[in-house]
């Protein structure tokens, strides 16, 4: 899914979008269902994992042992134990996929709105204007290029922040 191309207004093809906004909103729907089904997944399966470590622990005692097994030392353990960590970072995963499509669904909404307001403009003769009319895809260009070096600045900012660390 190119999310990017799919929530950007053509408004010289301001009838194709129309045409494609009710697919896209079923596209990002499905994946938004999609996504939320797989974080349902990890969310449980962090559970189950959670619970096997507890019983095991209960039958067998803390591995490497000594400690007495108290509710904290339990949890201690569990927290720590690799299957379980593993498992929260898969479901961390999720719910950030999850996220996104939520933001792309919501975008969606909003190119709607976009897109009822471009058509008033339209009917209401805002296009034709003087002789040297705008070119809002060269205006759209200049935005997306600002915007785009914003978020590069943005990012640098949060690297510093972050001690230099990359994702």
């Known amino acids: 899914m190119n999310y990017e ?5 053509n408004p010289d093809e301001l009838d194709v979008e129309w045409l494609r906004q009710s697919f896209l909103v079923g596209k990002y729907g499905k994946e938004l269902a999609d996504a939320e089904e797989r974080t349902r997944r990890a969310e449980e399966k962090v559970k189950v994992i ?25 949890e201690a353990y569990y927290r ?3 299957d379980y960590i593993d498992a929260k ?19 969606l909404h ?5 897109l009822e ?13 003087p002789t040297n009319p705008r070119n809002l895809n060269l205006e759209n260009e200049k935005r997306k290029r600002k915007e785009e070096a914003s978020d590069k600045i943005m990012q ?10 990359t994702k």
């Open 117 to 129: 307001n471009l058509v008033k403009l339209l009917t209401a003769d805002y296009f034709s204007g």
């Open 80 to 82: 720590t134990h690799e």
């Open 89 to 107: 970072k898969d479901l961390s995963d999720a719910l950030h996929n999850q996220q996104i499509i939520q933001v792309a669904v919501s975008s």
């Open 5 to 9: 191309n799919d929530i950007t207004i």
């Open 156 to 165: 640098k900012s949060r690297r510093k922040k972050e001690g230099g660390r």
């Open 110 to 114: 909003q190119k709607r709105a976009a």
């Open 50 to 74: 959670r619970s096997e470590i507890i019983l095991e622990v209960n039958k067998n005692g803390i591995p490497g042992g000594g400690e007495k097994t108290t509710a904290q030392t339990i």
